[in-house]
């Protein structure tokens, strides 16, 4: 990916984050500050000049579009008051921009840093006084936390650029013997290192970050407007402060944050688990197609109240399934993994399949396996993807450069359980034609005690 490239998709992430926080239809990013006397160094670097402003799409806008929108005299004195004041401005369309776009309100964030101003969240609605106080504040609390997350990936994409020419300035040993290459393979090792580090902290501090974004600001709205016994009718607020429908919602968004963050931190903790030596597992003698039958119904359930009708899940098994020999919670967290990874990655829909029989490969001891595979229509893995997607933070980039979200752990945890319980997992992709992962149990009849197992 280009730098070009990097700033679009980081500028694209940004915006849809801003755009759901506040529920609003579109939603833009401009990098860049016109004002030379309060404007970021850093932009010199991807913005040169003081005059230009470069448009970075999201959330429903393209970029001919959003340069198209600040033709119009409202919307750029709006930006110049945002970077002047350091404040959110929202407020209702002019008649001109009205008629010409059919945006009734506009809202204006600055993204700005000790250094200076960065950029500028624009958002639209094409209800009127779509943003009021409420929404206002809700940017206001964010604001910070975004501005830094842009300036952080602003400056590594800088580091970034800069690495080639400073490489080439220390190539003077590249003539040297046996000694230079092991000095070159060590740096190459320490500066990947280095590298997954940064990455981890990026990804993990972003990861964190989102969902407390959201459960801060749905709590400052309801604080902003007040719990009220009863709403007025089925707007967005009713007289007394929000209706019981908008406070529900609410709610249960921050319920739903608060379960990803839990989830997170259960992830995390089974990486260290798993690099101590520490992660117990307590096998038995399990019903495969029953576990399989109860993860699927589970991620249904969510599914389909987040984008009814979209996707059809079926299991197809041999009958009858023999039981397998394995920790019954760690089976249901591989499974669920699964599904959603194929959820994940099946933007479009479609139908997402478990299928379970005996493996027809036995073990060079002559012990049988099951094999329980997920299988789904979705965009599919290139073969140059597929090879460090079993690794720690690894996540699958799309052809619109935007990173599937997640941490990257999903499937290395998948696979180490897997293999902590005698069994082995692999992928089988092709990119547009969707992916199929397998993986394998032993049978509970080849498990001649009763014992729980370790993960070595």
Known sequence: MTAEGDVQALAWRLARRARELVDCQAAGLLLGCPDETVRHPLLEVFVPGAAGYVGCS?????????????????????????????????????????CATTIGSLAVAPLERPAGVLGTLLLFDERRAAFSAGEGRLLAAVLSQLAGELEQQLRLLSMAARAPAQAQRLAPWEDGATANTEGREALGWLSELDQLKYEFISMVSHELRTPLTAIKGYASLLQAYGLSPSGQGQGRKGSDGLTEELQRHYLEVIMEQVNHLEALAGDLLDVSRIHANHLDLRSASLDIAALCRRAVELIRQRVERETPGKYLFRCRFMEPLPPVWADADRVQQILTNLLENAV????????????????????????????????DQGIGISPEQQSRLFRPFSRLEQQSRECVPGVGLGLYITRRLVEAMGGRIELRSRAGEGTRVTFTLPLATAVPEATAGRLR
């Open 58 to 98: 999201g959330g429903g806008l393209d970029q001919e579009r959003l340069r198209a929108l600040l033709r119009y005299e409202q919307v750029r004195a709006l930006l110049d008051i945002a970077a002047q004041s350091g404040r959110v401005h929202c407020c209702e369309t002019d008649p001109v921009l009205r």
């Open 344 to 375: 994940k990655y099946s933007p479009a829909g479609g139908v997402i399949t478990i299928e379970a029989g005996l493996c027809q490969e036995e073990r060079p001891t002559g012990e049988t396996l099951m094999q329980i595979s997920v299988c």
